[in-house]
């Protein structure tokens, strides 16, 4: 903080935690700001999930936050804030390689 001269920190500075920690103090920020977020955890990872709308930035249309599917996964650990699609390489890497993401009237 006081390198920063300022009293709040970035989420992306944050070098404290291990993966569920960082998950949940994301996603507690994402439910603050109202950004469709996913909590999710796979012992023993945890990682959250993103649904950005997809669109040129010329289509001002409103997506309601029940109708997006999350499309990305956040990383908190190697590099803050880097955005990876969720079926890639980069995203199996923080979910786990037998991940399967989250489809509407699965049972859990």
């Not at 994402?30 to 990682?47: F, S």
């Not at 699609?85 to 199996?92: I, N, Q, T, V, Y």
């Amino acid at each position: 903080m006081s390198a920063l001269h300022s009293s709040a920190v970035g989420v992306g500075r944050v070098r404290c935690g291990g993966q569920l920690e960082r998950s949940v103090l994301y996603k507690a920020l994402a439910d603050r700001l109202g950004v469709p977020c996913a909590l999710r955890r796979r012992r023993p990872r945890a990682w959250c999930e993103l649904a950005v709308p997809e669109g040129t930035s010329d289509n001002d249309e409103r997506y309601p936050a029940g109708l997006l599917r999350a499309n990305y996964v956040i990383d908190l650990m190697q590099n803050p804030g880097r955005l990876w699609p969720l079926h890639g390489l980069e995203a199996s890497r923080i979910c786990g390689h037998d991940y399967s993401p989250y489809t509407v009237g699965q049972t859990v």
